[in-house]
């Protein structure tokens, strides 16, 4: 047997050889025989050669000498071996051929089978689809269960089944509804989740009210709910009116309509006291609850042994500072302190708001001593408003004090500067700076500030504390007032007994000594409410909620009401829909408990903003609406997101300022509208206004915004989160009025006015606002620490778990609440370097631009028309100018002198023949409203 190379070699020599026809394969053997004789014969290749040698030295000589037969069996070897491999290679062929077959035949049948289910699925899907719209139809609320039993369930997925069911409303609407209740995708959704518990969130301008009234129609008149079984309920009668007016529209009059009322008329249905009721109610001037709780209130004021505690409570209360808390004796974490520095109110005695410490030291030691001053008084500066902190009028100018709580600050200290420069150059006024380094000693300071008051002809003279206390006397008591009815609300909303009060505050630790006065006054007021309420035979709506809380648990479940005119049973119920439910709170849960726990029919749909939930100070408690799912079982959540009031950039600006909180709302109307930041730093009056404002700055600027919006078609509100002004406002005769109420500025505003004009603007506090709207919304104070506005006395509900997070919170969707109430146009009121802070988290992602106030032409006087004189290059007559009443103002680049005169029997030519028109000198005169009517 050769070896491998040998066979290699066989092969080789065996492809040197031509083996056909016949002929040659015996004339290879013979040459081959020839071979073993002598490899090297002289007609071989040279290849050959090589080959042969090579080989004979790998086969023994006995297999050398059978050459020609080692040649012959090679190559019979090789045939096999080429016959075998076609055979394979022929075998593999006809195998792929038979797979490839096979395979196309599978394939074939797999199509065939595909189509054939496919179209018994279609058949079976459009079955189960006419079976389903066959039960939305007859039976609309068993329709969810039989989709989940049904054995084609899985050939319709979810989506599909969902949209099924919000065709259907949507077809049922336009047949049932008016047109003004045609229902969007989500709105349908909403009307058409019957199963479970149904939160529905939506957001603001989304039409919560549309879907409440849409969805108990649609259960009623398609679903064969009887109405008696249907229960709405909202927080006011005014919600409640709103409603049944609405479903009274589309079921018609003569239609049963569902249980429609407030928690507190559902309470009083259920209890039938006996009682007076007590409640206020401002849209008809009834008060009957405050007066009972002032009435408990003035009782303890007068008493020796409560009046002097709320005395020194409230004077300790005006003179504490959370900064100097916090680091002082009550050893608190400064923490949330030092991230809310900014938010945090400082009330000095006289009332002001100031912004830190030391400014509240230099107001305070003003008012103890008996020194008159204004509080951020308007200056004009360089064409810009500028407000001192502090100015003290003298006879002939006066003394600014100015605290510079920031020194160490470069641009701080550079505006600091030029404010000292400022100054200098005024000859009647004296300038005083102080900073934090000259408070290390209270006293010693006050001493060196009433030094350097005496030094600039102010006198003073240190009140006894009963004379501060008469001066403080009404505003401190009036403070106190109100947060003790707010403190004996927030009690009665969570059912406190005297004793579990007593217990509370025993467990809770004060943070100021006027905390700790506040809640030893406040315990024994409680008490005597208690007492009064039940002396009197009366009762308030929260302990009527609570005694309805507590027949429904004992099992009473009937209620009746107007005069047995209509009768309900909480058993009987079916579905109740809550309006506004982010201002649910735990009284309201425990009747919803109380009432599930006998009834295991009823479900819930809860419909409200988590983004409008301004109401925590009253008792509100957001938890409810935020883990709604661990409130209620077998929960489900949808949303509402289309809003349909506000057009695309209020909407934009709005989430903007609430982005990361939630899914946003979404702008659906085609119009973009317009948002606009007035900054009153840019405002520059013109002397007409200066004139008739007499150094007010925010009246003719928000004159100046409402004539544009009014003159666009629009009715304006003007918002502000207090009802008050953080802007000095004249009365009109020179007076300071530096917190206006809001009725008399709008008063003031509509005196500017034609009457009818004025007819379209309003005003009203933010939270007032809530659930209006307005075709234009001016808010007055998008500045900080009224947005948010940290107010001093929260501290005194802390008993309660309130903190400055949530405060802030809150206040931040009340800026919100703001935002969204406007229809088409937007303008927010603020000032440099008192921004909001919400404008700042607006602006990382919607740019606001800024109003040109020179576009918005002051409005005309209704009478005793004036005009406007500007003089130009009067260098050389600036003299006689100064002597006749004209004024030196800076406009952007222009520089010029200006005085207001009357227009009557005005003359151009007679006043460019006065002394003072020389060669050189520019006159333009202008109307109130800015056009030029003259010039030279």
């Not at 006011?236 to 249980?259: F, I, S, W, Y």
């Not at 209890?271 to 001037?285: N, Q």
């Not at 030691?365 to 408003?385: D, I, K, M, T």
């Not at 009432?595 to 409008?612: A, E, H, I, K, P």
């Amino acid at each position: 047997m050769v070896d491998y190379r040998a066979t290699e070699l066989l092969d080789k020599l065996i492809k040197c050889f031509t083996w056909k026809p016949q002929s040659n394969e015996e004339r290879n053997l013979i040459v081959l025989g020839d071979i073993v004789h002598s490899p090297t014969l002289t007609y071989l290749t040279d290849e050959e050669i090589r080959i042969t040698s090579e080989l004979q030295t790998h086969l023994s000589p006995d297999d050398w000498a059978q050459l020609p037969n080692l040649v012959t069996r090679r190559r019979l070897e090789v045939a096999e071996e080429s016959f075998f491999k076609r055979r394979q290679e022929e075998e593999r062929r006809e195998a792929e051929v038979k797979a490839r077959r096979q395979e196309a035949e599978r394939a074939a049948r797999e199509e065939r089978d595909r189509i054939k289910g496919e179209t018994e699925s279609k058949a079976r899907k459009a079955v189960l689809v006419t079976r389903l719209k066959g039960l939305f139809r007859s039976d609309f609320l068993s329709a969810d269960d039989a989709f989940d039993s049904d054995p084609d369930a899985a050939l319709l997925s979810a989506d599909e089944y969902a949209e099924l069911k919000i065709s259907f409303v949507h077809d049922w609407g336009a047949r049932e509804l008016p047109k003004s209740f045609l229902l969007d995708d989500e709105q349908a959704a909403a009307v058409a989740a019957t199963r479970g518990n149904v939160q529905v969130v939506a957001r603001a301008g989304t039409g919560k009210t549309r879907t409440l009234v849409a969805r108990a129609v649609f259960l009623q008149k398609h679903c064969g709910i009887s109405p008696r079984s249907l229960l709405l309920l909202a927080f006011n009668r005014k919600a409640a009116d709103e409603m049944k007016l609405r479903l009274t529209d589309v079921l018609g009059r003569d239609q049963d309509l569902p249980h429609v009322m407030t928690f507190h008329a559902l309470a009083h249905a259920l209890v039938h006291p006996d009682e007076e009721m007590l409640f206020d109610d401002v849209s008809t001037d009834q008060f009957g609850l405050s007066r009972v709780v002032q009435d408990v209130i003035d009782e303890h004021i007068r008493s020796q042994e409560y009046g002097q505690r709320v005395r020194e409570l409230m004077l300790a209360h005006f003179r504490n500072d959370w900064e100097r808390i916090v680091e002082g004796r009550f050893q608190l974490s400064i923490d949330e302190f030092l991230a809310y520095r900014r938010a945090l109110s400082r009330e000095s005695l006289k009332g002001d708001f100031v912004k830190s410490y030391g400014e509240r030291v230099i107001a305070n030691a003003l008012l103890e001593h008996s020194v008159e001053y204004r509080y951020e008084r308007n200056f004009r500066w360089n064409g810009l408003n500028y407000r001192p902190d502090f100015t003290i009028p003298t006879s002939s100018g006066g003394i600014v004090i100015e605290y510079f709580g920031l020194a160490g600050d470069p641009d701080y200290d550079e505006m600091s500067q030029q404010k000292r420069d400022f100054w200098r150059q005024q000859g009647d006024w004296t300038f005083l700076e102080f900073s934090p380094r000259d408070l290390t000693d209270p006293e010693a300071f006050v001493a060196t500030l009433l030094q350097k008051l005496q030094e600039g002809g102010v006198s003073s003279r240190r009140l006894s504390e009963d004379e501060i206390w008469e001066r403080i006397r009404v505003r401190a008591l009036d403070r106190f007032t109100e947060t003790t009815k707010s403190f004996v609300s927030r009690c009665r909303k969570l059912d406190l007994r005297a004793a579990d009060l007593e217990l509370r505050i025993a467990g809770h630790r004060a943070c100021s000594n006027a905390e700790k006065l506040f809640l030893e006054v406040a315990l024994p007021v409680y008490e005597s409410y208690l007492r009064r309420l039940a002396d009197l035979n009366k009762e308030d709506f929260s302990g009527l909620v609570w005694r309805a809380v507590a027949l429904v648990r004992n099992g009473q479940t009937s209620f009746v009401r107007d005069r047995g005119r209509e009768r309900g049973d909480l058993f009987g119920l079916r579905f109740v829909m809550i309006d506004e439910f982010q201002d649910f709170s735990r009284v309201f849960f425990d009747l919803a408990a109380a009432v599930c726990s006998l009834n295991r029919d009823v479900r819930f749909f809860c419909v409200g903003d988590d983004w409008q939930a301004i109401n925590g100070f009253a008792g509100s408690d957001l938890r409810f609406f935020t883990s709604f799912s661990e409130y209620f079982q077998d929960a489900v959540r949808l949303y509402l997101r289309s809003n349909y009031r506000s057009t695309k950039t209020v909407v934009q600006a709005s989430n903007a300022l609430m982005i990361g909180r939630g899914p946003e709302a979404e702008g659906s109307r085609s119009e973009r509208g317009e948002v606009l930041l007035c900054r009153m730093d840019e405002f520059t009056p013109s002397e007409v206004e200066t004139e008739q404002h007499n150094g007010d700055e925010i009246t003719p600027a928000v004159l100046r915004l409402v004539w544009r919006f009014l003159g666009q078609g629009r009715e304006v509100v003007l918002l502000s989160r207090r009802n008050g002004l953080p802007w000095y406002v004249s009365s009109g005769n020179s007076a300071s009025m530096p917190a206006e109420a809001l009725t008399r500025f709008v008063a003031r505003l509509q005196s500017f006015l034609p009457e009818d004009d004025g007819k379209r603007l309003t005003a009203s506090t933010t939270h007032r606002y809530k659930g209006l709207e307005k075709s234009a919304v001016i808010v007055l104070d998008a500045v900080e620490r009224s947005y948010p506005l940290i107010h001093p006395n929260w501290v005194f509900q802390r008993v309660f778990g309130d903190s400055i997070s949530q405060i802030e919170d809150e206040e931040r969707r009340l800026f919100y609440v703001a935002l969204t109430r406007a229809a088409d146009s937007l303008a927010l009121v603020t000032e440099k370097g008192r921004l909001s802070p919400y404008l700042q988290d607006i602006a990382r992602s919607f740019q606001v631009p800024s109003l040109q106030w020179a576009a918005l032409p002051p409005v005309p006087s209704l009478e005793n028309e004036r005009l406007e004189v500007r003089v130009f290059h009067a260098f050389n007559v600036m003299d006689q100018l100064k002597d006749l009443g004209y004024h030196f103002r800076v406009s952007g680049d222009d520089k010029y002198w200006s005085r207001a005169i009357p227009a009557e029997n005005f003359s151009f030519d007679t006043l460019l023949s006065q002394p003072w028109v020389k060669p050189g000198v520019g006159i333009q005169v202008y109307s109130e409203g800015g056009e030029l009517l003259h010039k030279r």
